[in-house]
């Protein structure tokens, strides 16, 4: 992952692979119309992903393939892993 | 966090409820009966239960529940070809939580599971693609699902997937689109509804051209929505003032998220990956044309479909199920004769019951204590419902 912007922030941890049940109750973010607001930590341009933080400081990989010039800062609305909406900083 | 602290303001939404109060009361003589509203997205009949939107609202006005869950609406044949594919030895079948518990003729995935199939639950189909890489000697098949909000993430993961050579990974699609179900349930004759609470995130995507159609072709007004508490009064209070008005029309209360045209890099990724099937079954809506998307030829190598022998046999719903009545809105989730005895979030019969945004589910979990009149559901008093109930959220 390469940063735009100083300082880095360490990558996002890798994601466990889930059981059952879901973090986001109590609506599945993924089953419903429902998308997520997360800040941009970081940018990889090159794969068309930023690491990402919801406001329960939970870290997580989006798919920005969709959104356009995505910069840290920005507020992303996230659902099932990708961007769908940008909302500058 | 912008997007959702704003709209749950108390004071605002009592003054929005005031104003829905005068509303209907003005229009309301000269309908003769309840103004009835549908919120097609399973996000907003989440939010009216966790809020108690309903207990803000004048008698004058009903909101009717309506087949926005793409849980929800997914017949029982497709999860059977589902654990057909999974039951495979090779195969890693990932799909999302919600999903896992849908049931089918002979069991859901999570009892597949239970009995050795390896199903594993992910956020994302990126987190699927993830899977495969970690495992090279497995085949890893996504389930995706959903309308077109979710649509451009599988579609983003596929071309990931064919850019990166990824020979293990597939997709068995079960994504639907909005505005066939709408068009059946609007030509249903036994549905009387006055306007549409219109999905937020999926116009994100699609834009308000796809819903043109309501105020052109059956004189119904949609106001596309947000998500919050505050988004979805004041939708309301939208629709009753066009009511009022004698207006017709497709207007956006979601502005800070929704462009009229939608997202053209989403829709481009969708046409260049999915194409549309010919029909598809919905529950309780049976076999609509042109509602559902398939990959298109460009991505066979990557259609599960294609790649293992799938059964592709038509289940019936249960007879004591009543799904498609909720769906369309016919019977409230209370009114159907197993709601909250023979079918729980727990143990669910029918779809409804299984997603948090299912009309079941959501009424079982918070619906008892919006409905304010004191009148328990006369089916759903068990002790271990009461167990798992929550209380609505007051407005902060």
């Known amino acids: ?82 961007a769908l909406h940008r909302e500058p900083a | 966090m912008r997007f959702s602290e704003e709209f749950r303001d108390a004071e605002l939404g009592r003054g929005l409820a005031g104003e829905i109060h005068a509303l209907a009361e003005r229009a309301g003589a000269e309908l003769g009966r309840p103004f009835k509203l549908m919120e097609v997205c399973g996000g907003h009949t989440h939010t009216i239960y966790r809020y108690a939107i309903e207990s803000l609202l004048p008698g004058g006005v009903e909101l009717v529940h309506g087949p926005g869950c793409p849980v929800c609406v997914l017949p029982m044949g497709r999860v059977d070809d589902a654990i057909a594919i999974a039951q495979r030895p090779e195969v890693i079948l990932a799909c999302f939580g919600d999903m896992m518990r849908v049931p089918g003729s002979r069991g859901s995935l999570l009892e597949a599971k239970a009995r050795g199939a390896d199903v594993r639950m992910v956020y994302s189909p990126l987190d699927a693609l993830r899977i495969a890489t970690r495992n090279p000697d497995r085949e890893v098949v996504f389930f995706a699902i959903g309308f077109e909000t979710t649509a451009p993430s599988t579609a983003l993961t596929l071309r990931r997937a064919k850019a990166e050579g990824a020979a ?49 072709d059956y004189a119904k007004p949609i106001v596309i929505s947000g998500f919050e508490p505050l988004d979805v009064l004041q939708s309301i209070q939208m629709l009753l003032s066009q009511l009022v008005d004698g207006r017709c029309e497709v207007e956006n209360q979601y502005r800070r998220v929704v462009p009229e045209e939608g997202n053209p890099r989403a829709l481009q990724a969708m046409a260049e990956v999915f194409e549309l099937r010919p029909h598809f079954e919905w529950r ?32 019936a719903d249960p007879q004591a199920c009543q799904c498609g009545e909720v769906l369309k809105g016919v019977i409230k989730p209370w009114e159907c004769r197993v709601f909250g005895t023979a079918c729980t979030p727990e143990r669910p019969i029918g779809t409804c019951m299984v997603s948090p945004e299912g009309a079941c589910a959501a009424y079982y979990s918070y619906g008892r204590h919006a409905r304010g009149d004191g009148t328990e559901p006369a089916t759903a008093a068990t002790s271990e419902a009461e167990a798992t109930t929550a209380t609505p959220q007051v407005l902060a």
Not at chain 1, 38 to 59: P, T
Not at chain 2, 287 to 314: K, M, N, Q
């Open chain 2, 168 to 216: 293990n990974f597939s997709c068995m699609c079960n994504h639907v689109t909005i505005e066939p179900p709408l068009r059946a349930l609007l030509d249903s004759p036994e549905l009387e509804l006055d306007g549409f609470v219109g999905p937020g995130h999926v116009a994100t995507i699609v834009g308000l051209r796809p819903f043109r159609f309501i105020p052109a």
């Open chain 1, 1 to 82: 992952m390469t940063p735009r912007s100083e300082p880095a922030p360490a990558a996002a941890p890798e994601r466990r692979e889930h059981e059952p049940g879901c973090e986001h109750e109590p609506g599945c973010i993924t089953c419903g119309d429902v998308a997520r607001p997360m800040r941009v930590l970081e940018v990889d341009e090159a794969h068309g992903l930023a690491v990402c933080v919801d406001e329960r400081e939970r870290r997580e990989i989006v798919d920005i393939g969709v959104v356009e010039a995505v910069a840290p800062g920005d507020t992303l609305l996230v659902h099932a892993g990708a």
């Open chain 2, 284 to 315: 309780g809506l049976g076999t609509i044309p042109h509602s559902a998307l398939r990959l298109s030829d460009a991505y066979a190598e990557l259609d599960a479909e294609r790649r293992f022998p799938v059964p592709g046999v038509r289940v």
